[in-house]
């Protein structure tokens, strides 16, 4: 694609300070995205051309601009895109998703896509563990563990040897601020006090249904929005699996929240993947 001017980086930078405004975000963090455009805009040279010359440190040299900042800048100057943006205009793209897992490519994401179902990265994980993955092909055992440990790394696991998951991470919220979350999102979905967008996909009429709640917990920033991939819809599942998305300024990771339907935790809210510290959570004296 054409390079992407510093104009139009600046332009998405405002745009995302806008939508987190009208949903209710931090005003700290509005604010943040609004300087960054400002910083762009007023640079004497083209940002991609200080990220071809000095990386992503040099992105980080800019006045005002962190961490997550930092990335956001790279990924619109490398792709064009910015999945945050796409998700605060309700235009999630699952097979550019899964396309940006190395390994993965156009291709194969509109064959996991439309053949497996696979919407988000934490199913792609479950296809490479169940043994989905490596029936599909092109992908051999090479591939799939390039896949796995990519995946691992963006969803923010720590595996031991076995190559399970293991324990948290120093940066991995515990299941607690996760299901904290959950509720907060849930109760506030549920009294109409949310902002609501009207996603692309599965949404003919354009509807406003989907409510979206930025929050924050630490260093944290949480954004929580109801499923809406296919599997959900599917299984009527869109008023209950809930998508936590968060960035403490090291990458963006993501979990889902679901209620489990089998014992011991019946009718409980878990988040998938960390079922063993699920249990232990309701074990603990309140």
């Given amino acids: 694609m054409a390079e992407i001017l510093n104009v139009e980086i600046a332009q998405r930078l405002r745009e995302v300070a806008a939508l987190l405004q009208e949903q209710g975000a931090n005003p700290f963090r509005v604010q943040a995205y609004r300087h960054a455009a400002d910083t762009v805009q007023r640079l004497d040279r083209p940002a991609a051309?200080?990220?071809?010359?000095?990386?992503m440190e040099g992105l980080r040299k800019l006045p005002g601009i962190g961490e997550s900042l930092t990335?956001?800048?790279?990924?619109l100057i490398v792709t064009g895109r910015l999945p945050m943006l796409d998700r605060l205009?309700?235009?999630?793209d699952h097979v550019a998703l899964l396309a940006s897992v190395p390994g993965v490519g156009g291709a194969m994401a509109k064959r996991l896509h439309h053949d497996l179902g696979i919407d988000t990265l934490e199913e792609l994980e479950a296809a490479a563990h169940d043994g989905?993955?490596?029936?599909?092909?092109?992908?051999g055992p090479k591939k799939l563990a390039g896949i796995i440990d990519s995946l691992a790394s963006r969803l923010g696991r720590v595996r031991g040897r076995a190559g399970a998951a293991a324990q948290d991470s120093p940066h991995e919220p515990s299941v607690s601020e996760l299901l904290d979350v959950d509720r907060e999102?849930?109760?506030?979905a549920a009294a109409g006090s949310l902002r609501l967008i009207a996603p692309r996909r599965f949404n003919p009429a354009g509807a406003a249904w989907l409510p979206v709640l930025h929050t924050q917990r630490g260093p944290r920033h949480y954004t929580a929005l109801f499923s809406?991939?296919?599997?959900?819809?599917?299984?009527g599942k869109t008023r209950d699996w809930v998508i936590l998305y968060y960035d403490e300024g090291d990458g963006e990771r993501q979990h889902t929240v679901i209620t489990a339907h089998r014992n011991p935790m019946k009718d409980k809210r878990i988040v998938r993947g960390r079922e063993p510290?699920?249990?232990?959570?309701?074990r603990s004296p309140a």
């Fill in 132 to 139: 989905r993955l490596s029936e599909i092909e092109g992908i």
């Fill in 49 to 55: 051309e200080i990220l071809r010359a000095d990386g």
């Fill in 185 to 188: 999102y849930r109760e506030k």
């Fill in 228 to 235: 809406n991939t296919a599997r959900a819809h599917q299984l």
């Fill in 277 to 282: 510290e699920c249990e232990a959570h309701y």
């Fill in 89 to 92: 205009r309700g235009e999630t």
């Fill in 71 to 75: 990335r956001s800048i790279r990924d």
